[in-house]
């Protein structure tokens, strides 16, 4: 198949792809259930080697935060599927695609409740959508976007 078309610039990138590749801590986790890349997980039902999506505003506090899933460019899907080893970085810097509008070097908070449209858990903010999301300590936005829009998290959660 011959190329008919190109851009004339690239895409910032994918959600869940890694920014920069220097200084980087990325663990492996088995998953509890189905997750997409570039969403923050917190520790799962087995806390060693377990992660999960957060689903209460206790989930989300420093002992049990393990940090975001990061795509796997060898899979056909976008995501992981229950039990499968998932890549999460715990420091270095990730892309994401966030909900509302953000600023580089403000809070990240991270949606632990669900709400309509697009509002899934484990997805990012500016702010705690009334008590919907909570803040998460260890990460700030680099880059400033748009709702929907890709943007760079830049994270260190070594717990």
Same mark, same amino acid.
């Given at each position: 198949?011959?190329?008919?078309?190109?851009?004339?610039?690239?895409?910032?990138?994918?959600?869940?792809?890694?920014?920069?590749?220097?200084?980087?801590?990325?663990?492996?986790?088995?998953?509890?259930?189905?997750?997409?890349?570039?969403?923050?997980?917190?520790?799962?039902?087995?806390?060693?080697?377990?992660?999960?999506?957060?689903?209460?505003?206790?989930?989300?506090?420093?002992?049990?935060?393990?940090?975001?899933?990061?795509?796997?460019?060898?899979?056909?899907?976008?995501?992981?599927?229950?039990?499968?080893?998932?890549?999460?970085?715990?420091?270095?810097?990730?892309?994401?695609?966030?909900?509302?509008?953000?600023?580089?070097?403000?809070?990240?908070?991270?949606?632990?409740? /669900? &709400? !309509? %449209?697009? #509002? @899934?858990?484990?997805?990012?903010?500016?702010? =705690?959508?009334?008590?919907?999301?909570?803040?998460?300590?260890?990460?700030?936005?680099?880059?400033? /976007? &748009? !709702? %929907?829009? #890709? @943007?760079?998290?830049?994270?260190?959660?070594? =717990?």
């Amino acid at each position: 198949m011959l190329q008919t078309s190109y851009s004339e610039s690239m895409p910032i990138g994918i959600e869940g792809a890694l920014n920069r590749f220097e200084d980087v801590l990325v663990d492996s986790k088995f998953a509890d259930v189905d997750m997409p890349a570039g969403r923050f997980v917190v520790r799962g039902a087995d806390v060693n080697v377990g992660c999960k999506l957060p689903t209460a505003s206790t989930d989300l506090v420093l002992a049990k935060n393990l940090g975001i899933t990061v795509l796997n460019q060898s899979s056909e899907i976008d995501g992981y599927k229950s039990l499968d080893v998932v890549s999460v970085i715990k420091k270095g810097e990730i892309m994401v695609t966030v909900e509302d509008a953000v600023t580089a070097g403000a809070d990240v908070y991270v949606r632990h409740t /669900a &709400g !309509a %449209g697009a #509002l @899934t858990v484990g997805r990012f903010r500016s702010d =705690a959508d009334t008590n919907k999301a909570v803040k998460v300590d260890g990460c700030r936005f680099l880059k400033s /976007a &748009g !709702a %929907g829009e #890709l @943007t760079i998290i830049q994270i260190n959660i070594e =717990a």
